[in-house]
């Protein structure tokens, strides 16, 4: 007779109880990282945003929004001196878990055609949306490895082993961002620091209307994904990134999480 265990979880207790989380990457209340937020929230985190510039006061709205009072700090990753400075704007002897959701760039890194962008161009949209995870994960080291119980770093891509039609630059971007992941777990293991990566289907946010006939190709993935695809449910994605931040996955790292409705599995 097969026995049955019933694991024993403790009431109440939320998978981030007590954790200290930094969110990139909050535009408005469609952004992913805004899904994450929310979760992280009702998981039992203190969430810390980031935004920058102009877009200060939208993210400032967005987080006013949540169920939690959220301290909003300035972050450009392609500012040196933002970077340096974080971990005493901060105001935090740790940070348990940091969420990377950044991509960037100039408009002509996007589009089929490769030749339209300038190096400068090219490498600034790697910078933003891929070197960036390196250069936040260090200059956040300090208070990661202060993390009682090791911290996480989660980031986002987007089919990055496939050409997707429209993302140009940025397709190769996230096949950049990839390999940074694995190059940052092998590094940062030894000392508690695990980083991962979310594979999310197409979600309709700001930056997704950036992607030049995108239209297109995600009605394919609802059509195609053997469990469906919903462009506007970001919470599938925002759960999978709570996983990865708590300590469900503590023997992870270095690894991706394909979170895309199974359609990466399909063949056509
Ligand atoms: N929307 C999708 O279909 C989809 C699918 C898979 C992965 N992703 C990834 O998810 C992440 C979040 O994107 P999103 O779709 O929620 O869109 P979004 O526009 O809400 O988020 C992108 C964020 O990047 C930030 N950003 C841009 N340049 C920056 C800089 N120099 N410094 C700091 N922040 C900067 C923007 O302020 C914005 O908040 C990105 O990495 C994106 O590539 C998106």
Redesign the pocket.
Known sequence: MAVHHSANYPQGVGLLDGATILI?????K?????AAAERAIAEGATVIA???GR?MEV?QRAVSSLDAPIQLVE?????DD?LASIPERLGVAHLDGVV??????SPSTLGDDLSIASVSEVLQTL???AT?LAALTFALKPLLAQAPGGASVV?????PDRVWPGYGW?GVA?GT?GSIVRSLAVQLGPENIRINV??????????????PG?GAG?AQWSHHAPLGWD?DD?AP?AAAIIALLSDLFSATTGASIVVDGGLHAVGR
Not at 24 to 28: D, E, R, V, Y
């Open positions: 990139t990457g909050i535009l408005t469609r952004s992913i990282a805004f980031t935004s920058f877009a993210t972050l450009d990753v392609t500012n933002h990377h959701a950044i991509a960037g760039g910078q933003i949306s960036s980031a986002l891509s987007f089919a940025m996230k961002l979310v594979d999310a289907g197409p979600l309709r946010t700001p930056a997704a209307r950036a992607i995108a995600v462009v970001r994605v």
